[in-house]
C-alpha cells in the first residue's frame, strides 16, 4: 500500500442466494483490512441478513474462511453498514442489528464511494 491511505468500499448484494459472491465480497474486505485499507462494507439484497446476530454462523461454503470471522475482522478495523432501504424491507432496525454495524442509505454510499482515494467494488 502507498503513504497515501486508500479506502475500499465492497458492496454486497448476495446472500446465501448467491454463496460464492457473497463469500467473496467478505473475503475480499478482510484482505484489505489486512492489508492496512480503511474498508467499508455495505450490505444490501439478501447479505443484509448477515448484519443480525447469528447469522453468518448460518453461512456455509466448502473451501471458504467462515463468515464471522471475516465480518469480525472487518467490524474490528474498518465499518459495515446496512441499507436503510435493505433493512426496512426486512423489518430490521438499528436495535437489531450486530453491535458496530450502522444503517444508512444511498446517500451516504455515494459520499463515501465519491471520496478521493476511494474504490468500490460491487458483487
Aim: hydrophobic share 50%; proline share 6%.
Amino acid at each position: 500500500m502507498s503513504d497515501v491511505a486508500r479506502k475500499l468500499i465492497v458492496k454486497t448484494t448476495a446472500g446465501a442466494d448467491a454463496p460464492e459472491r457473497c463469500a467473496q465480497a467478505f473475503t475480499v474486505a478482510a484482505t484489505a483490512v489486512a492489508a492496512g485499507a480503511q474498508v467499508s462494507l455495505w450490505l444490501t439484497g439478501e447479505a443484509s441478513w448477515f448484519a443480525l446476530p447469528g447469522r453468518a454462523a448460518e453461512f456455509d461454503l466448502p473451501h471458504s474462511a467462515p463468515l464471522p470471522d471475516l465480518l469480525d475482522a472487518i467490524l474490528a478495523a474498518g465499518t459495515v453498514t446496512l441499507c436503510t432501504q435493505c433493512a426496512a424491507r426486512r423489518d430490521i432496525t438499528p436495535a437489531d442489528v450486530i453491535p458496530g454495524i450502522r444503517i444508512a442509505g444511498a446517500a451516504v454510499f455515494v459520499e463515501e464511494a465519491l471520496s478521493e482515494n476511494t474504490q468500490a467494488l460491487i458483487y
